[in-house]
């Protein structure tokens, strides 16, 4: 169950999470204040009242201005949250880049890792071959706190088939379905208050729907879509109320993607359609939202499964609204954003985070549209 390109999952170093702008518009005149006395006369953690009076005009502008030592902005504060990321292999994907943007904002970080990769993945951070893109924007680096072996394709020890059982990639690993992985956390830390699922796999992605055979479908979906719902299904009882969970769709769950095979497209609007179920189940049995991300084309390892990934984000770039390419680090701060108290009231969704390519009905490089 190798993470693979369902969104394009890709990474660059990730950056700063989202703050509001800390500029404020500057009066013409002097700006009065309401007495400072009043900050200490049981009003501390009001906003204070200013109002400007404009030259040449008698009109009154009010606006509110935080306390002295309130840093400006709206910071996004994870701190003492903790994150469960399901799909971290590398330090290229968007489950690193997700890592990195809950990290910045003070959570702490917890991985499961497909357990072929397991080895390579721990060993490579050990060795120090991740630390540059380990990078936070303080200067320090992100800790992961534990990685988790995982494949979520199986719920519990009896799913899993007596040749996966016996295969050597597998050797040396135990408690990796998703059931034990939820266990292990719960053993280890209690609980975890964000539930990330940042995985898929299409065996057969490369063949055209009229060429997918049914295992391949069933497959696709089965790694891709439904893994979600067994996740939030094991981890919901470990999550703490007011939590978030989040994961990654693609715009072919909704339009033709010639070369997106193999069921993965239907495993991408089956997943769009899980959220929302989830959403209100999730919402009514443990006040936890659930949303997901769609997101651009970028190239990473995974992504090159598809076979034309380069011609995806080039086709991106072009046609795109924002004609920029799109970097891993706005996928993660857009996670960072919807797992936060700032999206309280945002669940259900598909966010669309793809320099607006969603909005397109043609595009602007056909050489007919040229013409």
């Known amino acids: 169950m190798a993470p693979c390109a369902a969104a394009g999952a890709q990474m660059l170093a990730a950056s700063p999470c989202i703050s509001a702008s800390q500029s404020m518009l500057a009066s013409r005149a002097a700006v009065s204040r309401i007495s400072p006395a009043l900050g200490t006369s049981g009003f501390a953690s009001c906003p204070r009242i200013a109002y400007s009076r404009p030259l040449g005009s008698s009109s009154?502008?009010?606006?509110a201005v935080s306390g002295e030592s309130t840093p400006h902005g709206l910071p996004i504060d994870l701190r003492g949250k903790r994150a469960f990321i399901a799909g971290v292999a590398d330090d290229n994907g968007y489950g690193w880049a997700i890592a990195k943007a809950l990290a910045a904002a003070g959570a702490e970080i917890l991985v499961g890792t497909w357990v072929p990769a397991l080895n390579i993945f721990e060993t490579s951070l050990r060795r120090g071959k991740f630390d540059e893109s380990r990078k936070l924007p303080d200067g320090s680096l992100m800790e992961i706190a534990k990685v988790y072996p995982l494949d979520a394709?199986?719920?519990?020890?009896?799913d899993v088939p007596e040749e996966v059982k016996t295969n050597k990639r597998y050797s040396g690993s135990s408690k990796w379905t998703v059931k034990e992985a939820a266990e292990s956390v719960k053993e280890d830390f209690g609980s975890i208050d964000i539930l990330v699922h940042s995985l898929a796999n299409g065996p057969e992605v490369t063949k055209p729907l009229l060429e997918t055979s049914?295992?391949?479908?069933l497959a696709a979906m089965s790694a891709s879509s439904y893994s979600y719902v067994s996740l939030l299904q094991h981890f919901l009882p470990i999550m703490n109320s007011g939590g978030a969970s989040i994961s990654l769709t693609y715009i072919a769950s909704e339009r033709t993607i010639p070369g997106y095979g193999g069921g993965m497209s239907s495993a991408k609007a089956a997943l769009e359609s899980d959220t929302r179920v989830l959403a209100f189940e999730a919402g009514r049995k443990g006040n936890i939202r659930v949303n997901t991300i769609s997101a651009g084309p970028l190239g990473s390892r995974a992504a090159k499964?598809?076979?034309?990934?380069?011609?995806?984000?080039?086709y991106s770039y072009v046609n795109a609204p924002l004609e920029k390419e799109l970097r891993a680090d706005e996928v993660g701060n857009a996670a960072a954003f919807l797992v936060s108290?700032?999206?309280s009231a945002i669940t259900g969704s598909t966010v669309y985070v793809d320099n607006g390519l969603n909005t397109m009905a043609i595009a602007v490089d056909s050489p007919t549209v040229a013409s």
């Open 60 to 63: 009154v502008a009010v606006r």
């Open 153 to 158: 394709v199986y719920d519990s020890p009896e």
């Open 214 to 217: 049914r295992s391949g479908y």
């Open 305 to 314: 499964a598809i076979g034309f990934i380069e011609k995806m984000i080039e």
């Open 341 to 343: 108290p700032l999206a």
